[in-house]
């Protein structure tokens, strides 16, 4: 048969599967084949996998079989009948297939050996396999190994027919029976009577996309990757993959801490032993409408089906998940889920999929999984300090420690970022290759205005609470005072934080601050200046049309200046005299008179002794007769300059009241409030 060119053929396809089936071609095809070699230059890698193996025995049930599961992985794999491009010369493309590709699977069968073709692929594949590192997997389909490697049985009656065919000369056929036994040599799989087809070809596939280099990649994050094997090992006993339920297993925890890499890694090490699998990433930002879910439902039952599939509406697609899954063994993960729909309109029901089945649910909601009765939470916790300072380096250095001259500047980032990945991660990036300078100069702009990488995905857990929580949040993340009151806050506002890792409880002096009404609460430091930064965002320039003042300068800035609004409802102050003291304030007292909104007063003076109070600061009037009082809830105010109560100052809404080593005398006589 000649070369096939586009004007000698109108149906290359046929022609090249009789090429292989009937181990027939040109004297020109031979001659290009036989005096092909390898270049010294590895060229670089096309295809992943190259199959070799006889048409006639395999082209239509094991290999086929095989070629789709591979190819539903994602592994680019080298067929002949399907990857050749027509109007190329067979025989000279076939080898370089061979050369450009990092696993060859040659299948054994057992007329293998009779076609010239097929033993010539041998061979270019044994010859590579020296010169670059090509993984060969041999696959013997129903034929003895042995027969492979010593050309016993159907192996030797196919030899004794080429030795005594003219045109194969002996030097030939000794190349193809060393490459017969040194393949026939290798570890791999027998295929016999009594085992299942499917369960080889998904050890096959699974292990050449456990070793993908595109994959290892993206799991290792160019292997700046740390502190994840406990809580990986923790996921696989959560899905627990001997049993045959169908197990939903959520991961849960704070912004930047790692939910999404966590599931990647789970996703690439499982997914390849199920039927089909699906990763439906940033479904939060992707599921605005009910069109935004049918579409995340066509993606899903696409990736698993491997074909296109049309999802008119949510409500159909509810019907079509479940008699396309019910009775496949299904992988999937659903990334970023904060709302019920989401969950009800992807994985609604357990019985939608088949037998064995795994779902993960990454999400900040720890709630959200409770309500939807995951089987399991794994919680992402904060990475420690030795691990922090691994994964800062590695960003910042592309080492797994920093240069000797870096180590305290390094530990201050680490410091700032509390164990919070994202925030290493940025920071890193941020300062890779930058001189020592310019890295004092940003380690002394921390906290100023935070990274907006880092601002936005910690934006995304308050941007998502009713508008009581918000309050409470933005409360507690400008506030110095840890202990929180049910009689100030719903008590359920601080189980929703909670459960969306905004805050976290201390059982720190437990019993006794329950006794009293009040808990310790504790957030991490990037979401208390995530939520300053909030508040400095209401107004930039003028700190008095901000809802809440904090920081130092903007206390004073506003006392001072008497620039106060109805906007303030607190103010926390901690200010410690005389080491902080640069001058001596002067604060009007009438500048409380315009906060008529103030709810929260919070002031921590640490003074020695009252005279440092006089001293330092000096107030102009009573600060209590000027300030509206109605909505006052809180008031912490020790060393206050007032000596008496006065009768303008009525806080019926009054909760706690805090006073020590003030100068009161007395504060009312009777009851304040009738």
Not at 227 to 246: A, C, F, P, Q, Y
Not at 249 to 259: L, R, S, T
Not at 437 to 453: M, N
């Amino acid at each position: 048969m000649a070369t096939q060119t586009p004007s000698s053929s109108t149906n290359s396809e046929d022609t090249k599967k009789r090429k292989r089936d009937n181990s027939s071609c040109s004297e020109e095809d031979e001659k290009i084949i036989t005096s092909f070699s390898p270049s010294s230059s590895t060229p670089r890698c096309k295809h992943d996998v190259f199959l070799s193996f006889c048409g006639k025995d395999t082209r239509r049930s094991f290999t086929d079989h095989l070629y789709f599961d591979l190819k539903r992985k994602g592994i680019l794999v080298f067929r002949d009948d399907e990857s050749l491009e027509r109007g190329k010369c067979i025989s000279q493309e076939l080898p370089q297939a061979i050369q450009e590709s990092q696993y060859a699977i040659v299948i054994f069968s057992a007329n293998y050996a009779s076609s010239k073709w097929c033993l010539r692929e041998l061979a270019e594949i044994v010859e590579w396999e020296k010169k670059k590192n090509l993984t060969i997997i041999p696959i013997f389909y129903h034929v003895d190994p042995s027969d492979v490697r010593n050309q016993r049985g159907s192996f030797a009656e196919a030899f004794a027919a080429h030795e005594k065919d003219p045109k194969v000369d002996i030097k030939e056929t000794n190349t193809w029976r060393n490459a017969c036994t040194k393949v026939g040599n290798l570890a791999g799989e027998h295929i016999k009577g009594d085992r299942h087809e499917s369960t080889i070809i998904q050890q096959i596939s699974g292990m050449i996309f456990y070793n993908y280099p595109m994959l290892n990649i993206l799991i290792h994050d160019n292997q700046k990757f740390v502190g994840i094997n406990s809580r990986v090992e923790e996921m696989m006993n959560l899905l627990h993959m001997e049993s045959n339920d169908v197990r939903f297993v959520g991961i849960h925890g704070m912004g930047g801490v790692g939910k999404t890499t966590l599931a990647q890694l789970i996703y690439g090490r499982v997914s390849c032993q199920f039927e089909g699998s699906s990763f439906i990433s940033c479904i939060r930002e992707r599921s605005t409408t009910a069109r935004d879910l049918a579409s995340l439902q066509k993606e899903l039952l696409s990736t698993i089906m491997q074909e296109k599939i049309r999802v008119y509406n949510h409500h159909q697609g509810n019907g079509m998940i479940m008699k396309m899954l019910q009775n496949k063994r299904v992988f999937i993960v659903l990334d970023d889920v904060d709302r019920d729909e989401q969950l009800t309109t992807l994985a609604g029901d357990r019985k939608w999929f088949g037998p064995g089945s795994r779902v993960i649910i990454t999400g900040r909601d720890s709630h959200l999984l409770i309500r939807n009765r995951v089987n399991g939470i794994c919680e992402v916790q904060l990475l420690q300090t030795a691990d922090a300072l691994q994964l800062f380096s590695l960003s910042a250095f592309d080492k797994t420690n920093p240069p000797e001259n870096y180590k305290d500047l390094s530990m201050d980032f680490v410091s700032y970022a509390g164990g919070l990945p994202l925030a290493l991660k940025v920071l890193g990036r941020f300062l890779f290759g930058r001189t020592i300078d310019l890295w004092r100069s940003a380690r002394d702009k921390l906290g100023a205005i935070p990274k907006t990488e880092i601002f936005d995905i910690l934006k995304i857990s308050f941007d998502g609470l009713e508008e009581s929580q918000k309050k409470l949040f933005l409360d507690l993340a400008c506030f110095c005072y840890i202990s929180f009151s049910g009689e100030i806050y719903p008590a359920i506002d601080l189980e929703v934080l909670v459960d969306k890792s905004l805050v976290s409880k201390s059982d720190l002096m437990h019993d006794l601050l329950k006794r009293m009404g009040q808990e310790i609460v504790l957030m991490h430091d990037l979401l208390k200046e995530m939520g300053q930064e909030i508040v400095r965002r209401e107004d930039p320039e003028e700190p008095g049309r901000r809802s809440r003042l904090c920081r130092r300068e903007d206390v004073f800035h506003v006392l001072e200046k008497d620039t106060g609004t109805d906007a303030i409802e607190c103010i926390s102050l901690y200010f410690d005299l005389p080491d902080e003291a640069k001058h001596r304030f002067n604060i009007n007292a009438k500048a409380f008179s315009k906060m008529r909104k103030l709810r929260f007063l919070h002031f921590k003076l640490r003074f020695l002794r009252f005279e440092h109070f006089q001293s330092y600061i000096n107030w102009r009037g009573n600060p209590l007769k000027y300030m509206p009082s109605d909505k006052l809830q809180f008031l912490n105010w020790p060393n206050c300059p007032s000596k008496s109560w006065p009768s303008s100052f009525q806080p019926k809404g009054l909760v706690e009241l805090r006073m020590r080593r003030s100068r009161f005398k007395r504060l009312w006589k009777g009851l304040m409030v009738d």
